[in-house]
């Protein structure tokens, strides 16, 4: 199961740290990934992270703004959201999926949290 936490309402240019708990899944074993929707429109991949490739990787949107990074012996992997636009605003879910390879596609993620909504005001 994960669990997401730690979404909210910042101004725009604000940071955000995004959490997302797992349990009963060794990290090391697996990819972890953040996606994000906003009503009426496709789930969008924002990034991932696997730590048995050492590879991670960021939609062009947030690269330079946006970092994950995880925390084997906690379980846990965070997005630390910086510099953020109105245009973030979305709810933000995690991901995992088998495997080693780093992917963008959504349906290649077996397991989701249940989403934390971010708002960005301007």
């Known amino acids: 199961q994960l669990q997401a936490s730690g979404g909210g309402l910042v101004q725009a240019g604000g940071s955000l740290r995004l959490s997302c708990a797992a349990s009963g899944r060794t990290f090391s074993r697996y990819v972890m990934g953040w996606f994000r929707q906003v009503p009426g429109k496709e789930r969008e991949f924002v990034a991932a992270i696997s730590w048995s490739g050492g590879r991670t990787l960021y939609a062009d949107s947030v690269a330079g703004r946006f970092t994950i990074s995880g925390d084997n012996a906690k379980n846990t992997v965070y997005l630390q959201m910086n510099s953020l636009k109105p245009e973030d605003t979305a709810v933000y879910y995690c991901?995992?999926?088998?495997?080693?390879?780093?992917?963008?596609?959504?349906?290649?993620?077996?397991?989701w949290g249940q989403g934390t909504q971010v708002t960005v005001s301007s």
């Open positions: 991901a995992a999926k088998n495997g080693i390879v780093v992917v963008t596609t959504s349906s290649l993620y077996d397991s």
